[in-house]
């Protein structure tokens, strides 16, 4: 298992298109991919929109990934890239 830590940069935050994005992303690796807000522990699976979006993380928000499976670092730096890049909003 693989494991990082992201701020979300982006002035929207993790919001519904942010959020799809992310989930059309994660959906093509076979890797279990978690978020985990590191202030109050709420966990989403990456693959689930709606899982995603219960996160409500706003701008300033720190998330750890969890990446576990067969394809594992292409998947960690996909996510770590796509946080970085602000979901391409900035």
């Known amino acids: ?5 992201v701020k979300v940069i982006n ?3 993790l919001h519904a ?4 994005q992310l989930v ?5 690796f076979k890797s279990s991919i978690k978020l985990k807000r590191t202030d ?3 966990v ?6 709606l899982s995603v979006l ?5 701008q300033g928000t720190k998330l750890k990934i969890e990446v576990e499976g067969a394809d594992e670092q292409k998947a960690l730096r996909a996510v770590e890239e796509i946080f970085s890049k602000g ?3 900035i």
Do not use: D
Request: aromatic share 2%; net charge positive.
């Open 11 to 13: 002035p929207l935050g």
């Open 40 to 42: 109050n522990q709420v």
């Open 54 to 58: 219960t996160l409500a993380a706003a």
């Open 1 to 5: 298992m693989l494991e990082a830590q």
């Open 17 to 20: 298109r942010a959020a799809a």
């Open 24 to 28: 059309r992303l994660v959906g093509k």
């Open 44 to 49: 989403a699976e990456a693959k689930s929109i």
């Open 87 to 89: 979901f391409g909003e």
